[in-house]
């Protein structure tokens, strides 16, 4: 409960199983489910509300190296992307785990995606080079400018108007979700490992060295806040952008 910080619930039944790992949970848009994806290549959805597992699914095309799991819906369809180091992303269906599409960069490994809820968009970023998908059809739409350097965090807007891309040099690369253009080349002290677009139309950038808030829009600098001890992990936010909270890793 984000009121109480009491667990709401601990999930059980057909969907748990103590000596699977699972590598990551995601919300799907509607709020109602979530989906975890575990290391005996199932993804278990469960409810929200109650905690119970709605669906186990030995999802089709996942190998050992699948750790990762994101969610979009259009209308009654929703489909899932999982990705690994070396191999390709793949389109899921939610209802049968049958893979629907492959989607593999040409000449570079896939190490980023990210979705985009309104726009059913999958984003796919690898050492040199971002792609963008639709997921229905898993069809290639963009290509953007390659790069000299890897990506170390991507970010996509819910609308899919804009996709965010951080790089060497502390650099962050602003695009245009229509057409593929660069819009805006913005920088951090440090390399930025985590980004995040909030619904309110501000950017959120995370280095070594400081938190960045920006406008998505005009790229004005809007607050840099405080850094939090260790290394940078992942940025939160609540609906609508209002609070972002940001940890780091101890070691």
Known sequence: DAWTGVAAHVPRGRGYDAQATVFEAQVFPDGERVVTLRSDKRAVIWSASSGKALQSLELEGVCEQHRAVRVTAKS??????????????????????????????PDDRIAHVETSSGAEKVVTAGFSAIFVWTADTGQLDLELARH??????????????????????????VWSGFTGQLLRTLTMDADAVALALLSS???????RSEVAVW?????????????????????????????????GCVA
């Open 76 to 105: 009654a369809v929703v489909t899932g992307v999982s990705y690994a180091w070396e191999d390709p992303a793949i389109v899921w269906d939610p209802t049968s785990g049958k893979a629907l599409h492959r989607m593999k960069h």
């Open 148 to 173: 000299d350097g890897w990506y170390f965090a991507i970010a996509v807007s819910s609308s899919g108007s804009t996709f965010v891309a951080s790089s060497m040099g502390g650099r962050i690369f």
């Open 201 to 207: 139309g501000r950017l959120v950038g995370f280095s």
């Open 215 to 247: 406008d998505a829009d005009s790229g004005e600098r809007l607050h840099t806040l405080g850094h939090p001890e260790g290394e940078p992990q992942h940025i939160a936010y609540s609906n609508g952008g209002a609070v972002v909270g940001a940890c």
